[in-house]
């Protein structure tokens, strides 16, 4: 399996403008986390989907945000319009959830988010 | 290419027993450290985290973490695990690169603590 895999890996744009980060989850997995790091605050989660149904994203930190999980194997966060404090890098995770098995997060390589 | 690497995948100890999970990463730069730890059921959290100043990091519920640079360490350490810690712990570095952030996460090391 290729792991999870996030595009673009970088993203540069201006203020004002519309953004749209990209995940494939790993195969298989039922859980899906969108995760912002910044130096400042570290990571923060900020929505998950459990069988591609947002489950709790009381983490988004604007309605700017919004995040869709259309089918099992791809979800966008969208940033509507982009501000320069959203520069950051953004992590998509998938896990296999359920009540008899521990759980193990897999990351994606990240997208540096960069607004200007 | 960069790398973190986290050896233990799974590390079963007892209670009281001292925790020591190893970290390392492949960069001769600028780097920032981090452990985090996933509880069962749960997201993420921040356990510790070293920016610069004091190589030895004392976080939550604990824990401890020493950078030792000519190693390319940073080690998880508690003297005395409780059942409670039961989790999966994730290193992870951010490289300086430019003024680009690049977070690299290690594979993660599953702990289960025995009553």
């Known amino acids: 399996d290729a792991g999870v895999i996030q595009s673009p890996r970088h993203e540069v744009t201006e203020m004002g403008q519309e953004v749209t980060l990209r995940c494939k989850p790993i195969?298989?997995?039922?859980?899906l986390f969108w995760y912002r790091q910044t130096m400042m605050r570290g990571l923060e989660l900020l929505i998950y989907?459990?069988?591609?149904?947002?489950?709790?994203d009381s983490g988004m930190p604007e309605d700017r945000f919004s995040a869709k999980m259309p089918n099992a194997s791809f979800s966008t966060l969208k940033i509507q319009p982009s501000e320069p404090r959203d520069s950051a890098v953004y992590f998509c995770?998938?896990?296999?959830?359920?009540?008899?098995?521990?759980?193990?997060?897999?990351f994606g390589s990240g997208t540096q988010l960069s607004v200007l | 290419a960069q790398s973190v690497s986290q050896h233990n995948h799974h590390v079963i100890l007892s209670e009281a027993a001292s925790l020591e999970l190893g970290c390392n990463y492949s960069?001769?730069?600028?780097?920032?450290l981090f452990w985090y730890v996933q509880y069962p059921g749960q997201h993420l959290q921040l356990l510790l985290k070293y920016f610069s100043g004091d190589p030895l990091v004392k976080g939550i519920k604990g824990f401890e973490a020493e950078f030792i640079k000519s190693k390319f360490s940073f080690n998880l350490r508690k003297p005395s695990v409780q059942w409670s810690d039961t989790a999966e712990y994730f290193c992870?570095?951010?490289?300086?690169?430019?003024?680009?952030?690049?977070?690299?996460f290690g594979t993660g090391t599953r702990l289960t603590v025995i009553p």
């Open positions: 992870a570095v951010i490289i300086d690169q430019t003024g680009a952030n690049n977070l690299f």
């Open positions: 995770a998938s896990s296999f959830r359920s009540w008899t098995t521990n759980e193990k997060l897999f």
């Open positions: 989907f459990n069988n591609n149904v947002p489950i709790d």
């Open positions: 960069y001769g730069g600028t780097v920032n």
């Open positions: 195969s298989g997995h039922n859980s």
